[in-house]
């Protein structure tokens, strides 16, 4: 799923090449993309693209024509991806879901995937946009303080809190993985139970990760499109089982799940302890949302 540093990358990309360009045509291929029905999607054709900006891990888009105002909300999820072409460009095979023709170019947007999770809303206004918020805290804009309130508001395993978007935003567990490395804290122990120095450790490794993630990434597209994809070689330990840790050389862990994966590193996060994913069976099951929409539909204090 594309996190924050990705969706930040996309932004970027879109501030260059769409804003201030109007929407000549769309053309959709899948119709389940759309989730809203009223204002229908085609109010945006012909429409100046005013403004993006990042809501949590949704993208949103702002129209404009004649004082008129059109909103997009997209949630991208864990397959799709944008996508920059010649205008006209052709939505590639059975994972093109929209292509978006603008007078310079087409925004095309694809899902690599064949459970369709990929989703646009289209609305009026800037209240209901705001609906769309799944309210987490962005955490390169709080304080320590206000991240350990969040952090212990509800009692979950620590890789649980920091990918849930209600608690905090634009975090997946790719960059989760990283920052709970760069944290030295062990991916299942309980947030109630983490101590001062231990959740400002997480708060500095947070910052650290999506802020050196976000320039990265940033820089290797350059004046080119973002390449998003959930695994990077320069990564510590997402995605790098039974590679050497690049702090202490010791193979990576894992822990696997329904759709969830977590990659630690035991000497530097648990102390040493193997967390095997069958003595964790009863754990996960009664922490653990055994899928992403699970995950993406859970409300605080529901």
Same mark, same amino acid.
């Given at each position: +799923? #594309?996190?924050? #540093? &990705? /969706?930040?990358? %996309?932004?970027?990309?879109?501030r260059r090449e769409v804003v201030g360009r109007r929407l000549v045509s769309i053309r959709l291929r899948s119709v389940f993309l759309v989730r809203s029905i009223s204002p229908p999607l085609s109010d945006l054709e012909g429409m100046l693209l005013r403004d993006v900006w990042r809501l949590g891990k949704r993208i949103v888009i702002a129209f404009e024509r004649n004082g008129e105002e059109r909103f997009l909300i997209l949630h991208l999820m864990i397959a799709g991806r944008l996508q920059w072409g010649k205008r006209g460009a052709g939505l590639? !095979?059975?994972r093109g879901l929209c292509a978006f023709d603008l007078e310079n170019g087409t925004l095309l947007l694809t899902?690599?995937?064949?459970?369709?999770r990929a989703s646009i809303y289209v609305v009026r206004s800037l209240t209901e946009v705001r609906g769309h918020d799944p309210g987490g805290l962005e955490v390169l804009t709080a304080g320590v303080a206000e991240f350990a309130t969040i952090l212990r508001s509800r009692n979950h395993t620590l890789k649980r809190s920091l990918t849930d978007p209600h608690l905090f935003a634009g975090i997946g567990g790719a960059y989760a993985d990283e920052i709970m490395h760069?944290?030295?804290?062990?991916?299942i *122990?309980?947030?109630? =139970?983490l101590k001062d120095d231990e959740i400002e450790r997480l708060f500095r490794a947070a910052q650290s990760v999506l802020l050196e993630w976000t320039k990265r990434i940033k820089e290797e597209t350059g004046n080119g499109w973002p390449v998003v994809t959930a695994f990077?070689?320069? +990564?510590? *330990?997402? !995605?790098?089982y039974r590679k050497p840790c690049p702090v202490? !050389? &010791? #193979?990576?862990? =894992? /822990? *696997? %799940?329904a759709e969830n994966e977590t990659n630690y590193c035991a000497t530097c996060q648990t !102390?040493? =302890?193997i967390l095997a994913d069958r003595s964790l069976s009863r754990l996960l099951k009664d922490d653990w949302p055994r899928s992403i929409d699970e995950l993406e539909s859970h409300r605080r204090g529901s």
């Open positions: +799923m #594309p996190e924050l #540093p &990705d /969706i930040e990358a %996309y932004l970027t990309a879109l590639p !095979g059975k899902e690599a995937s064949k459970m369709k760069g944290a030295r804290l062990s991916p *122990v309980w947030t109630q =139970r990077r070689n320069e +990564m510590a *330990v997402h !995605g790098k202490c !050389g &010791d #193979p990576v862990q =894992r /822990i *696997v %799940y !102390g040493g =302890r």
